[in-house]
C-alpha cells in the first residue's frame, strides 16, 4: 500500500469516498483532475479560513488609507489583525492606518437589537479621529445572520462625509473558503473604485496584482520593476492605497502574482479597460527571470529589454556566492509545501533550485484550475456553494478603453510564449510521486508527517504548530514567521538562509511528539486497564 493509501485507509468509507478525489499522487502521462473549491467534511478540522478572512484579511486589509471597520464580534477582527504581516508605509500623499484594528466589538444586545446603529457610530468616531478617504466595512458571520443592513449603512456615510464608504458583504460562513471573500472583494474595488481616478498615462505603465507585501515581498518587486524603468501604477493591494488604485485603468499591462485572489480583477480590467494581463511569478530565480523578460517581450522595445538583462544579471551576481552556498547545505532535502490558492505553486521553482524535492503538496483554498490550469475552467461545474458568491459581469468602458497591441500582435506574443491570460497551475511544475492533498486536515498532516518525514515543512497558520510539535522544522508562507522578503533576488537569499538554519538547528532533535512516548487513548476492558 502507497503512503496515499495508507493514510486514506484509515478514514470511514463515507469520508474516504469524498477525501479519495481530493488527494492524489503525481503519475506520468494523462493529466490528472483533483476535487477543489468544495466544503470541508464537517468536524475535520481542516486548515481553511472564512469568507471574511479572504475578504478582508487578504484582499481590502492592506490598503493602507483606508479604515477597514469590521461590523462583528472582536474576535473576527483579531483574527484579522496583522496575522499576515502585509507591511505597508505612508508617503506623501497617503496615510497608513494598517497597524489599526477598527471593530464595532457587537455584543449580545447588539445581535438582539441590531447593530447598524453602532456601524453609524463607528463610522463617525473613524471620520473625526482619522479622518480618511476612504471607509471600507466588512461583515461577519453575526451580521448576515441578524440581517444588518451594511450597504444601507454605507450609502448614508458616504452622502453624510463626502467619502468613499463601501461595504462588503463577505459573512464567514459563505462559499466553503477564504476563496469566496477574495472574490467578493474583487467585486467591490472593481465596481467602486478601480477606474474612478483621472491620473495621465505613463509610459510603461503596470500595476502588480495579488501581491500582498508579506515581509516586504511587494517592494522588493517593485525595487527591481523600478530599476528597469517601469511605472507602477498600483499594487493590489501589498502596500497599496485607495488613491493609487482609482487610476490603475491607467495602466498597459496586469501583472498577476496571485492568480486564485485576483483573477477576477484581472479578468474585468481586460473586459472593461482592454488591459492586458500575464501570470507572473517573482518567487524562486529562474522564475523571476522568465518573468521579467515576459514583461519585456509584451512591450517590445530593445532597450527595455537590455535594461532587463542588465539588470537580471546585476542581481543575480549580487547574490551568486550566498546561493551556491546555501545549495550546497540543502541539496537533497525533502519538503511539504500547503498554503494558499497559489503561493504553494510559486515556492516549487525555488526549492527545485536549491535541490529540495517537494514531495507533498496541496492548497487550502485553490480551484481546479490553480491546480490543473485555466484551460479547465470551462469544464468546472458550478455548485450552490459557488452561486452564493456573485459573480458580476463588467462591459467596455468607452472613455477608457485602450489597447497597448493589435490583436494579431496579442496573438504572435502568446506563440512566442508570453503567458497573455495563461496560467498552467500546480502540475505544471510537480514533479512525478509527489502526493497532492487538497484541502488539507490535520489527521492527515501528522499521518503524512509520520509516512513521508519531510525535513522541511512550509505550512500555513493553522497547521504550523502540529507540525513543529511533532519534532519537524515548519516556516509559515501565510506570514513567513518573522522574516522575508522572500520575493526577488534578495528575497531568494533570504529564503534559501532561512531554511537552512531552520533544518540544521539541533532543536529539532531535543522535541519529541507526544503520541510517540503517551497513549493517546485510554481505557478499560474487562477490569484491565
Ligand atoms: S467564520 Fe464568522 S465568526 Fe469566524 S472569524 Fe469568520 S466571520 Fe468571524
Known amino acids: ?24 499522487e503525481i503519475e506520468a502521462g494523462e493529466p490528472q483532475v483533483i476535487a477543489a473549491d468544495t466544503r470541508a467534511i464537517p468536524g475535520i478540522m481542516t486548515n481553511r479560513g472564512c469568507c471574511y478572512a479572504g475578504c478582508k484579511g487578504v484582499v481590502i486589509g492592506p490598503l493602507k488609507d483606508v479604515v477597514n471597520i469590521v461590523h462583528g464580534p472582536i474576535g473576527c ?41 453602532k456601524l453609524r457610530q463607528a463610522i463617525k468616531e473613524a471620520m473625526e479621529i482619522f479622518n480618511p478617504e476612504c471607509i471600507m466595512i466588512s461583515s461577519t458571520c453575526p451580521v448576515g445572520l441578524i440581517g444588518d443592513d451594511i450597504h444601507a449603512v454605507a450609502a448614508e456615510a458616504e452622502k453624510q462625509y463626502g467619502i468613499k464608504v463601501l461595504a462588503f458583504s463577505c459573512e464567514g460562513y459563505k462559499g466553503v473558503s477564504q476563496s469566496g471573500g477574495h472574490h467578493i472583494a474583487n467585486n467591490g474595488l ?38 528597469i524603468g517601469y511605472h507602477v501604477v498600483s499594487v493590489m493591494t501589498g502596500d497599496g492605497s485607495y488613491d493609487h488604485m482609482k487610476n490603475a485603468h491607467t495602466a498597459d499591462l496586469n501583472l498577476v502574482q496571485c492568480h486564485r485572489s485576483i483573477n477576477y480583477i484581472a479578468e474585468m480590467m481586460k473586459t472593461k479597460y482592454g488591459i492586458d494581463w500575464i501570470k507572473v511569478n517573482f518567487i524562486g530565480l529562474e522564475s523571476i527571470k522568465q518573468s521579467l ?36 547545505m540543502l541539496d537533497g532535502k525533502k519538503a511539504a509545501i500547503y498554503v494558499g490558492g497559489s503561493r504553494t505553486h510559486h515556492y516549487i521553482n525555488l526549492l527545485k533550485y536549491l535541490g529540495v524535492d517537494v514531495i507533498l503538496a496541496g492548497y487550502e483554498f485553490g480551484h481546479r484550475d490553480d ?21 458580476i459581469t463588467v462591459t467596455k468602458d468607452e472613455a477608457n478603453y485602450k489597447t497597448f497591441h493589435t490583436p494579431e500582435k496579442i496573438e504572435a506574443l502568446k506563440a512566442a510564449g508570453v503567458p497573455l491570460e495563461k496560467y498552467d497551475g500546480l502540475w505544471a511544475d510537480i514533479a512525478e510521486g ?48 518573522y522574516s522575508g522578503p522572500y520575493a526577488g533576488f534578495r528575497g531568494a537569499l ?7 538554519m531552520a533544518t540544521y538547528t539541533p532543536v529539532w532533535n531535543m522535541v519529541q511528539a507526544p503520541w510517540k512516548s503517551e497513549p493517546t487513548l485510554v481505557g478499560s476492558l474487562g477490569g484491565m486497564e
Not at 514583461?295 to 546561493?323: C, K, Q, S, W
Open 190 to 227: 472593481m465596481k467602486y473604485i478601480i477606474g474612478t481616478g483621472d491620473a495621465e498615462p505613463q509610459k510603461y505603465s503596470i500595476n502588480l496584482l495579488g501581491e500582498y507585501n508579506i515581509g516586504g515581498d511587494g517592494w522588493e518587486v517593485e525595487r527591481i520593476l523600478k530599476r
Open 293 to 328: 523578460l515576459d514583461i519585456a517581450a509584451y512591450f517590445n522595445d530593445p532597450e527595455l529589454l537590455a535594461r532587463t538583462e542588465a539588470v537580471i544579471a546585476e542581481e543575480e551576481e549580487e547574490i551568486a556566492v550566498g546561493m551556491a552556498y546555501y545549495k550546497s
Open 494 to 500: 533570504n529564503f534559501a538562509k532561512d531554511i537552512t
Open 77 to 117: 477582527a483579531y483574527y484579522t489583525w496583522g496575522t499576515r504581516r502585509n507591511k505597508a508605509k505612508s508617503d506623501e500623499n497617503t496615510k497608513d492606518f494598517t497597524q489599526y484594528s477598527f471593530c464595532t466589538d457587537m455584543q449580545e444586545t447588539d445581535i438582539v437589537f441590531g447593530g447598524e446603529k
Open 371 to 391: 491546480y490543473e490550469g485555466r484551460d479547465v475552467i470551462p469544464s468546472i461545474k458550478i455548485d450552490a456553494d459557488s452561486k452564493n458568491i456573485e459573480s
Open 1 to 24: 500500500m502507497d503512503s496515499r493509501d495508507k493514510v486514506l485507509d484509515k478514514y470511514s468509507s463515507k469520508i474516504y469516498k469524498n477525501r479519495k478525489e481530493h488527494v492524489i
Open 434 to 481: 509527489a502526493i497532492i492533498t487538497d484541502d488539507f486536515n490535520h489527521f492527515e498532516t501528522e499521518e503524512f508527517l509520520k509516512l513521508l518525514k519531510p525535513d522541511i515543512f512550509f505550512s500555513g497558520i493553522k497547521d504550523k504548530f502540529i507540525v513543529q510539535k511533532s519534532g519537524v522544522p515548519s516556516r509559515q508562507l501565510h506570514s513567513y514567521d
